[in-house]
């Protein structure tokens, strides 16, 4: 397949493509279970094959892609025919930035290929998880487990022939139960970085038991909390909902593609002009985050992108000043030119496509933030006068650009004068995003840090999931509104 | 090439029925294009032709499913995928049901959503509609966003219960044209969800658009007092709220696991506005429906909200087998959902400002990034964007920043709601993640709402 492949980016290119790549996808399975109630409600497994082409002719792209391999001259045709009629509208030709031609291999680390595993063994894993939820108070139990395996061999015009075999695992589970009111309160764990590997031997029994009675302990105890007052306090983000205001207010806003007005048919744009970088300050000097594909063991460390760049641990705020974005290699070249001035220095490394049937855009890698001088999470309450803090997910909602947000979360704990006081139901924060990173003003210590798993990042159209990771330590917010 | 998947369905159904075994067939083909623009460029042309085969096995109360995604004439590896999937029932955990497997009575094939000349639109001819649909509005600041996306759906189905197969071929396209002040941010929106080649009208998305552009071009934009407010919402908006309901609202199986708005208590109370009747509805065509469910039931009109009375709950299988009930034909991967038209005689964003009113009123056509707040209580949160308005009482018209909206469901289609327009629209809700699910649900044009609370206001885009 891989001499077919030369010679069919040999023909496109001689036909007049620019650029001519291909991913074949020999094997992408993803293994999903779901257990609700102790029913095995999804035990699903799927696998794909196909191959996606991209060919940029005369500075814009075409994209095809077939499950049906039996011709593959039929996807590079219609690949490099759809880069011909986009090519009659083109108001800034694509220029690729430069890269190294690299032959080369990534797996990632995984010691127990979660597939050699059976699946009795997997259900007996869950129903022990399930059994162990089944607590007093305890409504629904719901826990699901996603194994993902793929190998992608990609190769282009320019030389480049690399394959990747990456194996991914994703665990959860969550529990709900109902207040006085009768309405649904829950609390839910996910798996985080365990170790250095990530095969079957990250399902940990040992960690899933504690977090299992630690998430009813908490339940229990928000069914029986009083409502979140509506009011200003500091808030205090443990890493259960600090990954996400991360992921959305800067991973999403410092996606080169989105601040160039690429998604603005659909995601949005961002707030971030090409004028501020090196200038804006998006924090307090507390603040310093990057974009670290180099994190070993997280599913935003993948060896290299779709655009065949080498991962790359890449600075994206540094002590609250905005320096860099995640970038690709077309993006970065546009951006310099338009901006007038050399922002970035060639691709960050961060093109990705969730498929074969997709083209690469810019997603997040690691997005993590660095760990602070502030202490534990003890010393953090300790400092705080007005506080709460909170954890969980419930639901996330961002402006258009990036440039306000507003979170519920699962349980909230009310701090006063440096005590942890009462736990809190329907807790929701909400707020502006520059102001919120200004009134950064404490920032854990290693202690706190910790890597949290996305298996869900959906962006472009046609739409795409992308898995990715944040490394970061729990953090406090000043004056942020919660309640409403 | 429907003969050629009927074909397979039933190679794959001898071959299990061969083997003893007991499963359901599901086959998915998508031939998906997508033109996407953005800064006033083709960004993107995409062609994806994918053939998904889901294979769905029964031991009595175990069950396993396996999806392959491979190539059409690949029969082994499709028959291999069976033998595989047999082997994981058999280690699944018994369920505390047990399972239905879909049993048609009688082959039916639906084409008539399928119009070849929307399917097999040219590149050239989704250029020039876009071209068309933006002629004379970009600028050097103006940018073009937005996509043409089409293509044709199959889905095809056979289980070893009978011999009989469900076929369902529809066509469809969703057209969204943006355009996006460069440095000023603002961005206004026209969209279209076509059924046939004949339903794609570019004239009229300029004429939207151009409205708008007047609009936003001329006024200063302001920051909107945090307060009250009497909102229209625009088709985009309802389209979006309905959905979310659809989740939490009238979904047996949310009801049952602790995710719904409504209960069986309210089946029979006015919950809504009395202006408010939702059905799901397969025979409008504009919905890309689906006539049978995937298990084989015929699917009629099935009323949710009759003037504002709660009437019934939706149950797919699996719910129902798990929850003792009797399903209701929605064992689809969408519904049919209409919202009545209403009394109120307004037929476009042009006739909505020059009305005369006796209030300001907040128009709000499109809310951004919706999520559920509290699931129990039916709030949602979302932002507003692509063309907001503030009708101001005297006529005049300002262009506000966006703002945010966190309200319950329940009093945004509750006694609220001032008006319903009576023009409908299809509004284009279809799914890309994964396999193509073409979906739209007709709505009214414009739904006035009193006295809803903004949470949020921005001081810029
Ligand atoms: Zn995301």
């Known amino acids: ?484 | 090439m429907k003969e050629r998947i009927l074909q397979t369905l039933k190679s794959l159904r001898a071959y299990a029925v061969e083997k003893g075994l007991q499963v359901s067939l599901l086959y998915h083909e998508e031939e998906s294009a997508l033109m996407r623009f953005a800064n006033s460029a083709i960004s993107l042309n995409t062609n994806e032709h994918i053939v998904r085969l889901e294979i769905t096995a029964y031991r009595g109360s175990q069950r396993a499913m396996y999806e392959l995604i491979t190539e059409p004439g690949k029969l082994d590896d499709m028959k291999k995928g069976i033998d595989t999937v047999a082997e994981l029932a058999a280690l699944a955990q018994p369920l505390s049901y047990t399972p239905t497997i879909p049993h048609y009575k009688a082959d039916f094939i639906d084409e008539q959503g399928y119009d070849e000349a929307l399917a097999k639109l040219s590149n050239e001819e989704k250029l020039a509609f876009f071209n068309q649909a933006s002629a004379g509005l970009e600028t050097d600041d103006l940018k073009l966003s937005g996509i043409f996306s089409s293509g044709t759906n199959i889905w095809a189905m056979v289980s070893t219960n009978s011999e009989f197969c469900q076929f369902f071929k529809t066509s469809d396209a969703g057209v969204t044209v943006v355009l996006a002040h460069a440095t000023l941010k603002w961005e206004v929106q026209a969209e279209q969800s076509a059924q046939k080649k004949a339903e794609l009208n570019a004239e009229k998305l300029h004429r939207d658009l151009a409205f708008l552009v007047e609009r936003y071009q001329k006024e200063t934009p302001q920051q909107l007092p945090l307060g009250s407010y009497d909102i229209v919402l625009g088709h985009a908006a309802i389209a979006e709220i309905v959905r979310f309901l659809g989740f939490i609202g009238f979904s047996g199986g949310a009801l049952k696991r602790g995710f719904a708005c409504l209960n069986e208590e309210k089946i029979g109370q006015k919950v809504f506005s009395d202006k408010l009747t939702i059905v799901d509805d397969p025979s409008y065509l504009q919905t890309f429906p689906l006539k049978r469910d995937f298990i084989g039931m015929e699917r009629k009109a099935f009323p949710v909200v009759e003037k504002g009375v709660f009437k019934a709950f939706t149950w797919v299988q699996d719910d129902a087998d798990e929850f003792g009930m009797t399903p209701t034909g929605h064992t689809v991967p969408a519904y049919s959902v209409v919202v009545s038209g209403g009394d109120h005689e307004v037929t476009s964003l042009e006739e909505l400002v020059g009305q005369p009113r006796d209030t300001d009123l907040l128009y709000i056509p499109f809310l951004h990034y919706m999520n559920l707040v509290n699931p129990s209580k039916g709030i949602i949160t979302g932002s507003s964007r692509f063309g907001a308005l503030l009708l101001k009482k005297d006529g005049s018209v300002v262009v506000p920043y966006n703002v945010r909206l966190t309200q319950s469901m329940l009093d945004i289609f509750g006694d609220k709601v001032a008006w319903v327009s009576q023009k409908t629209e299809a509004y284009n809700v279809s799914s890309s993640y994964g396999a193509r699910n073409p979906n739209a649900v007709v709505v009214p044009l414009f739904m006035r709402v009193n006295d809803l609370e903004i949470s949020h206001s921005n001081s810029s885009y």
Not at chain 1, 74 to 84: C, G, P, S, T, Y
Not at chain 1, 117 to 123: A, N
Not at chain 1, 300 to 314: I, K, L, M, R
Request: hydrophobic letters at 35%; charged letters at 25%; proline letters at 3%.
């Open chain 1, 1 to 484: 397949m891989r001499k077919q492949i030369q010679q069919q980016i040999d023909r496109i290119k001689a036909a007049g493509a620019t650029y001519v790549d291909a991913r074949w996808y020999p094997v992408d399975e993803v293994n999903n279970l779901v257990m609700w109630n102790g029913n095995l409600k999804n035990a699903d497994t799927t696998r794909e094959s196909g191959m996606g082409v991209r060919v940029l002719y005369k500075g814009a792209w075409g994209f095809c892609a077939s499950s049906d391999l039996s011709d593959i001259a039929v996807i590079f045709n219609q690949a490099l025919d759809n880069a011909r009629v986009a090519a009659e509208r083109v108001t800034f030709p694509v220029h690729l930035a430069e890269k190294d031609i690299i032959q080369a291999r990534f797996e990632s680390p995984c010691q127990i290929d979660p597939f050699s595993i059976s699946l009795s063994e997997k259900v007996a894993f869950m129903k022990k998880m399930d059994e162990r939820l089944n607590q007093s108070g305890v409504e629904q139990r719901f826990a699901t487990m996603t194994f993902m395996r793929k190998q992608i061999v990609f190769m282009d015009s320019e030389g480049s022939q690399i394959e990747k075999q990456i194996t991914e695992v994703f665990a959860g589970m969550q529990v709900s139960g109902r207040d006085d009111q009768g309405m649904t309160q829950e609390r839910s764990y996910r798996l985080n970085r365990q170790g250095d590997t990530r095969g079957w031997e990250s399902i940990n029994p040992q960690v899933f038991e504690e977090n299992a009675d630690r998430i009813v302990r908490e339940m229990q105890q928000v069914v029986a909390a009083e409502d979140c007052p509506k009011e200003d306090r500091a808030v205090i983000l443990l890493p259960g909902i600090m990954f996400l205001q991360t992921h959305e207010t800067i991973g999403h806003a410092l996606e080169l593609d989105r601040i160039l007005g690429y998604e603005l048919a659909f995601a949005g744009g961002s707030f971030v002009t090409l004028a501020d970088f090196g200038k804006l300050r998006y924090g307090s000097p507390k603040l310093t985050a990057r974009a670290d594909g180099t994190l070993i063991n997280s599913p935003g460390s993948f060896g290299y992108d779709d655009d065949g760049v080498p991962a790359q641990n890449t600075v994206l705020i540094d002590k609250g000043i905005l320096v860099g974005a995640i970038t690709g290699r077309q993006m970065v070249e546009e951006a310099n030119v338009k901006a007038r001035r050399q922002i970035f220095n060639g691709s960050g490394g961060a093109n990705r496509a969730t498929s074969f049937y997709r083209v690469p855009i810019e997603r997040m890698t690691n997005i993590n933030i660095d760990p602070g001088e502030d202490g534990t999470l003890d010393d953090i309450v300790r400092n705080t006068e007005k506080g709460i803090i909170l954890d969980g997910d419930r639901s996330w909602s961002i402006g258009s650009n990036r440039e306000q947000f507003h979170f519920a979360n699962e349980i909230g704990w009310l701090v006063e004068d440096g005590q942890v006081t009462k736990v809190v139901k329907n807790p929701t924060y909400k707020g502006s995003t520059v102001p919120f990173w200004n009134s950064l003003s404490a920032v854990g210590d290693r202690s706190t840090w910790s890597v949290q798993f996305v298996d869900n990042c959906g962006k472009g159209q046609p739409s795409q999931i992308m898995q990715l990771g944040h490394g970061v330590p729990v953090c406090r917010f000043d004056n942020v509104r919660i309640g409403e």
